[in-house]
């Protein structure tokens, strides 16, 4: 049989969210590799191989994936969210351009899925309702004043934002820069949301004015939405609502 | 029984692309409510009403919503797509804004969907797979000014772009406007996709170089998206690989 690799995502953690798209995948699968806790979402059943790695060996894993592809095997790789955005796909496409000849003219497919900006908008309205950007803020692979060229020129494009990865242990201070450079460049009390473990049962939803916003209310389980200053916060009984209206005017 | 309204994503339009979470709503539903194509993919069923609408009706469509649901009823506001980009949910909370006290308290519920672009972006690779931002192109709710501005800034971010609704019979020219613009400030010639009737069977995938491309490429039914500087191809015995490295470096 001619060996396959998808790269599917699994949504931000409720299984609710998964495509029956990707599922399909998944219950074709003979190996499913992927970073330790996405990889546990995957239930165990005869036929089918775990391959559960660490964090920070993506080209490795992707390799693993490639090789057994090209042996025949039916393999999945699993992102948490959306596979393009901030996850897989990538990875997996440098190693393919990187790597061995045959490896390009694999079936290679990649499924969409939920990004947890995209659930962390619908938990609270609609901040995103309006252009906005999606920026990793993680400096691993990119230097930090790139980072900051692109908040500064976001905010100046008054675009609604949504920031990925935006605080590790072993980057406290980005996000503290990330934030001051925020405040500076929209200079006004626009809502700021923390979205920390999106869909899941412990989902926490924290809206608090840009200028009231501090480091410690990030975390790495944390999606950050900031609406562009024409975003709206609809009070009532219970958590608000925030969006950002269609138009521009009025 | 009190009543509800959910907003909800359809995707792009394969229905293999739609939650179970969205899928439950619609089987719990007794009101469905939306643009009339989007409605007429949600099959009849007895206790169940249909309320197509036409385009450019979203505040009076989400009225009724809401008004429905004040009612008792179990009403579902179907969108393409994810309800946050470029859809139905900003209409919604616009709605609750400015009208009835009474909407504040509804139990208001958004379902994310996969949205057009990260299932365009999934068709051919990966050219979302770094930093990037989303942009609505019609100026029906925006001046034309503060699209170019955007598309200017977003160019000096090295942003990859996605650009929704980037052409209709109503606006000819606005879209070979974009292009101009975009292609004097990126200046390259980095891989631009057009994406028609993305997730359907007739799906056609259309990759160029922005400086060969032309308004034409473009129709209401396509999602268009364009790399970063850093874009790359990977050449391959059919439809290539396009996709943007994790890392600016190397």
Tied chains: 1, 2.
Excluded at 75 to 103: N, Y
Excluded at 123 to 132: I, K, M, Q, V, Y
Excluded at 155 to 162: H, P
Aim: proline share 7%.
């Amino acid at each position: 049989m001619r060996g396959s690799l998808v790269i599917a995502g699994l949504g931000p953690g409720n299984d609710a969210l998964i495509t029956p798209e990707v599922q399909d995948a998944l219950d074709r699968a003979t190996d499913i590799v992927g970073y330790i806790p996405y990889v546990a979402r995957i239930a165990a059943r005869p036929g089918l191989t775990l391959h559960p790695s660490d964090n920070r060996v993506e080209i490795d894993r992707s390799r693993l994936a490639l090789d057994m592809a090209c042996n025949g095997r039916q393999v999945v790789v699993v992102s948490s969210g959306d596979p393009s955005v901030f996850a897989m796909a990538s990875a997996v496409f440098e190693a393919v351009e990187h790597g061995e000849p045959d490896w390009r003219d694999l079936d290679i497919q990649v499924l969409p899925g939920i990004t947890a900006m995209l659930a962390a908008s619908a938990a609270c309205g609609a901040p995103l309702g309006h252009d906005f950007c999606a920026i990793n803020l993680s400096d691993n692979l990119k230097p930090w004043d790139l980072i900051e060229k692109r908040l500064r020129l976001a905010g100046e494009a008054d675009f609604a934002m949504a920031f990925y990865n935006p605080r590790s242990k072993s980057r406290p201070e980005g996000f503290a820069k990330a934030l001051k450079t925020l405040q500076d460049t929209c200079n006004d009390a626009r809502p700021i949301i923390f979205a920390r473990n999106v869909s899941r049962p412990d989902q926490t939803i924290n809206i608090v004015p840009l200028t009231e916003a501090t480091p410690d209310m990030a975390d790495m389980r944390t999606v950050v939405l900031l609406g562009s200053s024409r975003t709206r916060i609809i009070q009532r009984n219970g958590t608000p609502f925030v969006y950002t209206p269609r138009s521009v005017e009025g």
